[in-house]
Nanobody
Framework: QVQPVESGGGLVQAGGSLRLSCAAS????????MGWFRQAPGKEREFVAA????????PYANSVKGRFTISRDNAKNTVYLAMNSLKPEDTGVYYC??????????????????WGQGTQVTVSS
């Protein structure tokens, strides 16, 4: 199993950038698909982006496509989410999660088993 721990959140103005990191303890990190999800106050947790074990598949939510980039470094057991052109609607708690199913890359919360505690991202207008 793996235990994700997120970092890198913060307060940024609209149009700015942030990079989130997720360090995962445990073994065989490349055997897990990794995903980023977010949850705004009063809303359900939603899919943002995911990446397959070796990084060859990277699906994105339509709302972030072209602005966010997910990547991973298996040697460091870390997955990243680079966020550019941030908008106020990107505000929320961002969660990193791991899924043992690699293909197709999981896109729903119920397919992810191991979750981090989340990191707050706030985009001011």
């Amino acid at each position: 199993q793996v235990q994700p721990v997120e970092s890198g959140g913060g307060l940024v103005q609209a149009g700015g950038s942030l990079r989130l990191s997720c360090a995962a303890s445990g073994r065989a990190f490349s055997n897990y698909a990794m995903g980023w999800f977010r949850q705004a106050p009063g809303k359900e947790r939603e899919f943002v982006a995911a990446i397959s074990g070796m990084g060859g598949s990277t699906p994105y939510a339509n709302s972030v496509k072209g602005r966010f980039t997910i990547s991973r470094d298996n040697a460091k057991n870390t997955v990243y989410l680079a966020m550019n052109s941030l908008k106020p609607e990107d505000t929320g708690v961002y969660y990193c999660a791991a899924a043992s199913s690699l293909y197709p890359v999981p896109l729903t919360t119920r397919e992810y088993v191991y979750w981090g505690q989340g990191t707050q991202v706030t985009v001011s207008s």
